[in-house]
């Protein structure tokens, strides 16, 4: 993996954890960027250069969405146009070209919207499409019913110190994988901690069945290195929330009952 690659990485993983934090000064910023550069043994000894690197890239990406936006707002007046002339001229060969254009340009749309909203690593969603799908405009409650699991990874540490960080990579994008069996919607937030919201008429008692019977799948399952070949867990909570639930406490309460899981599995699976 290129150090551009992991560039990308870290700096998507920090503005995760960062957003966790209701005060984000520059220095802790800093803190924050050295421990996951460090997770995945990015070179930090041109300092200057990385710092470069990372404006080039968040200035390129912000560059590239903003023209690409403006460019579908300026075509999608222009069908516009064109589309109020066709149905003016009762020319229906221009209003067929028309609509393939927007087709066309919907499809666009879509690919940028998946762009803004993707974990690089794990092709998962990211927080911001959690807090611009699901949340009201406060950014704190939720705008529908249903039941919400935490997901964190059993001796994620071990296995990146064991086995290393490209492994450890490999690992989440593994576990992303089986999560996504939950035919739920599965989000990255941060680390080795994934969130699965699962839509309204799916109970606790039912989401906790299907994580289950994907964990079992999950330790069955032997996963190789060059070193040795070892076993992933992974340990969750589970909790139900309503139409302007909070989001802060939901979590809160999904994180305990995942540590008290956490306490059980862990007796059962000892290690990797």
Not at 153 to 175: A, E
Request: charged content about 30%.
């Amino acid at each position: 993996m290129s150090n551009t690659d992991t560039l990308k990485i870290v700096s998507n993983e920090t503005k995760n954890s960062a957003e966790q934090l209701s005060v984000v000064t520059p220095s802790i910023y800093a803190s924050i960027f050295s421990k996951f550069a460090a997770i995945h043994k990015m070179d930090m000894s041109g300092e200057k250069e990385l710092a470069r690197d990372l404006m080039i890239l968040e200035c390129s990406n912000l560059t590239s969405m903003q023209v690409q936006a403006s460019k579908n707002v300026k075509q999608l007046s222009k069908n516009a146009d064109k589309a109020i002339d066709a149905i003016k001229e009762k020319d229906a060969k221009a209003l067929s070209e028309v609509l393939k254009e927007s087709q066309e340009l919907r499809a666009e749309v879509e690919k940028l919207r998946e762009s803004m909203y993707k974990d690089e690593l794990t092709n998962t969603f990211n927080r911001k499409w959690l807090h611009d799908n699901l949340l009201a405009d406060d950014r704190s409650t939720f705008i529908e019913s249903g039941t919400l699991a935490m997901i964190d990874l059993n001796y994620f540490k071990m296995i990146n110190d064991t086995h290393g960080h490209i492994i450890g990579d490999k690992v989440l994008i593994y576990i992303s994988n089986e999560l996504k069996k939950s035919k739920s919607t599965v989000v990255r937030f941060g680390g080795d901690e994934f969130i699965i919201i699962y839509k309204k008429g799916i109970s606790s008692s039912k989401a906790i069945s299907n994580l289950e019977s994907i964990r079992e799948d999950v330790i069955s399952k032997k996963l190789k290195s060059n070193i040795s070949s070892f076993r992933v867990s992974f340990s969750f909570g589970v909790t139900e929330f309503k139409l302007g639930g909070d989001l802060e406490k939901i979590i809160i309460k999904a994180d305990k009952n995942m540590y008290e899981d956490k306490k059980k599995i862990k007796k059962r699976v000892t290690g990797i």
